[in-house]
């Protein structure tokens, strides 16, 4: 059965900068594209960004584009969120998505537990 575990979440001052992880387990996700969503309570989970299996095509939203990037590791089972230059505005649960196919939420089988990302001001 397939598993997503995030981890690197943390408390960062304004300014900062965290880097998320999502290992994949459970099966391989070849062809499908592997991402990250973000949701503050009260609110939809949207997307942050996403990676195709080969690594080389990465979408984004456009709001984050210059201060995210998204990355998978060598092993394709793995991948990152390289967040920058957090505000504020950036505090929420993070989510990695799997077996998606476009960035779409609705798109995503698989989801993991979330990770916490508070930015202090």
């Known amino acids: 059965q397939a598993q997503l575990v995030e981890s690197g979440g943390g408390l960062v001052q304004a300014g900062g900068s965290l880097r998320l992880s999502c290992a994949a387990s459970?099966?391989?996700?070849?062809?499908?594209?592997m991402g990250w969503f973000r949701q503050v309570p009260g609110k939809e989970r949207k997307f942050v960004a996403a990676i195709d299996w080969s690594g080389i095509t990465t979408y984004y939203a456009d709001s984050l584009k210059g201060r995210f990037t998204i990355s998978r590791g060598n092993a394709k089972t793995t991948v990152y969120l390289q967040m920058n230059r957090l505000t504020p505005e950036d505090t929420a649960v993070y989510y990695c998505?799997?077996?998606?196919?476009?960035?779409?939420?609705?798109?995503?089988?698989?989801w993991g537990q979330g990770t916490q990302v508070t930015v202090s001001s």
């Open positions: 998505a799997a077996g998606g196919l476009s960035t779409n939420r609705d798109d995503y089988a698989y």
């Open positions: 459970g099966r391989t996700f070849r062809g499908y594209l």
